[in-house]
């Protein structure tokens, strides 16, 4: 079994000290509305944007998970001022000008903090500060990122991954260039510091952007803090003048990644999930889930104020997807493949082996436990139907692999997964929203 990082787990986590969650099959398919927490994007990109504003900012529908709680927790030791109730955080913007000078910071296992962060220091005019992260943070990829910041002026020492030791030193700006292909975090994390910088910075993507939207998201939420950027479609080239953010009152979105695991039960057990507070008029590109369930046979209502699914007793198989703009969901799907008609493949997310684990090698082993036929290639799998098998999971520490694997046993008697602390990275309150749509959830 994968050894779950504690340091990496937060007061805002559930389930700790919590060996396994079993789930067991539905007796009866639900009929239920829910309501998903806040967006880890909006939130960690919200929560920074703010903390380096010209005042005050409100924001409310706060994500409160281990992602969220490591950024509060590193932008207080840099001295921001903030103050939750509830999901509602007021903080106290520093103008680009960390108050503390010199600390040594944890930022847990998000990659939204581990590539926007970095950029902010680098901004500021005078510090030193040492950035940790979480054992699989400081195995991903962030070298580009410090190329990239490196190129606009500033000072980032590491030998290629975190922990890094930045030196806040000023941004001179200019053109900068860097590939999109391993990770959008990367891109979103220069924009994000860009308006600090003495000069007009402009980014060049010479090849693609996995999951542009997030990008795209980076945008709009700058803009919304008075940024300016100036961007085309393709998001190939985006120009960033100076300027500073002004601290605003905001409510962030629910996250849609979350809510696809409700819309993926419904699909799975001939169900009705009306999410209340998430509509299609986002820019998270993980809402598209629903066209894909509705490809594989459910009933999909887009309203204006929610988004409803309704499932079928028989998903369609025989489909081959790219995944790349919507790849935290490769896993949501590959649990429902063995359920559907015939075979299905996903493709072009070589990236998520640098996710939270090598999602592709994890969940071609586990569905391989539950004796369902896989192909795995370099940078996606075919996942034949087959009836799963009772079977002891594991995690691998990654929200995304409990999840997913968690829609199995809605299906399947005796479904085990060893860690569902792991839901905690981006909602500790998983296994309690499915209890709460009557689900038998059993922990040990
Ligand atoms: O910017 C963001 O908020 C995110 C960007 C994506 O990362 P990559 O582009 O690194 O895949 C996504 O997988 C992650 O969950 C959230
Ligand atoms: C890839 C993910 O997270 P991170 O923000 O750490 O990259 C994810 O949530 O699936």
Redo the contacts with the bound molecule.
Sequence with gaps: MHTPDSRARSDWSSLNGVQTVTISPLEKSIEKDIRIPGS??FT??ALIIAAMADGPSTLSGILRSDDSYWCIDTLNKLGIQTKVDGDTIEIEGCAGDWPVKKADLYIGAA??TA?FLPGTLAAAKDGEWFVEASERMSQRPVELLLEGLRTLGASIESEGYYPLKVKGQGLKGGPVTISGA?????I?GLLIASPYAEKEVTVTIPDH???HA??K??IDLMERFGAKVEANDELTTMVIPPSAYVGQTLDLEADA?TASYFFALAALTNSRIKVTNLTMDTNQPDIFMVDLYEKMGCTVTRGEDFIEVQGTDQLQGDLDISMKEM??QTLTIAALAPFATGPITLRDVE??R??ESDRISAICAELTKLGIKVEEFNDGLTIYPGTPKAAVLDSYDDHRVAMSLSLIGLKVPEITINDPGCVSKTCPTYFELLKDLGVSVQFD
């Design positions: 880890k994007s960690n990109r990659g939204t590539r391993q990770s959008s975090q990367f979103s952007i996995v999951q997030y990008v998201i980076t990644s790849s935290d990236h998520i640098h996710h």
